[in-house]
T-cell receptor
């Protein structure tokens, strides 16, 4: 069974700092990995999707990397802003395929202090 | 404007009543999903559907029911059999490439 872990559960940084969020998964035979952002009381917003054949994916100040062999992904946020404050979740396809299910981590709650 | 809509945003019900949460998508996705989110628990899959007129139980299906009569719609009924129905409910739709898109959620409170 696929398990996804995100450490730390919470992170507080001053505005302008570069930061890295971590995601690890137990089954490296993944099809892709998706990073989401969730604001309080809102749904999930898809940020980046990395295919298993890719090592990196970039969108603006966000850069996600994937190392399947070690079962890790990182989300790098450059020059953090207070508006980046949210919970960030990663998700990978459920082992045992065919059902398109995702397994989610519990998220890292990011606070960017002005 | 493509996307997923959920209604209502907030829902209040008395214990013992069934309640139905709406989810509609115009992304032309085949697959649709219902998740429940509780503080500190992460997202847990309730039901999913890969095609019209077919759906499968997820990890916590007890006390819930769904239907999939149209590609665009996947309503979730929270029945009186659900022991702890108060939660934030999220609907998602997806492509065949394990990519999912989420609606804004419905917060259900049962007293």
């Amino acid at each position: 069974k696929q398990e996804v872990t995100q450490i730390p559960a919470a992170l507080s940084v001053p505005e302008g700092e570069n930061l890295v969020l971590n995601c690890s998964f137990t089954d490296s035979a993944i099809y892709n990995l998706q990073w989401f952002r969730q604001d309080p009381g809102k749904g999930l917003t898809s940020l980046l999707l990395i295919q298993s054949s890719q090592r990196e994916q970039t969108s603006g100040r966000l850069n996600a990397s994937l190392d399947k062999s070690s079962g890790r992904s990182t989300l790098y946020i450059a020059a953090s802003q207070p508006g980046d404050s949210a919970t960030y979740l990663c998700a990978v396809p459920y082992s045992g395929a065919g059902s398109y299910q995702l397994t989610f981590g519990k998220g890292t709650k990011l606070s960017v202090i002005p | 404007d493509g996307g997923i809509t959920q209604s209502p945003k907030y829902l209040f019900r008395k214990e013992g009543q069934n309640v139905t949460l709406s989810c509609e998508q115009n992304l032309n996705h085949d697959a649709m999903y219902w998740y429940r989110q509780d503080p500190g628990q992460g997202l847990r899959l309730i039901y999913y559907s890969q095609i019209v007129n077919d759906f499968q139980k997820g990890d916590i299906a007890e006390g819930y029911s769904v239907s999939r009569e149209k590609k665009e719609s996947f309503p979730l009924t929270v029945t009186s059999a659900q022991k702890n129905p108060t939660a934030f409910y999220l609907c998602a739709s997806g492509t065949g490439a394990y990519e999912q898109y989420f609606g804004p959620g419905t917060r259900l409170t049962v007293t």
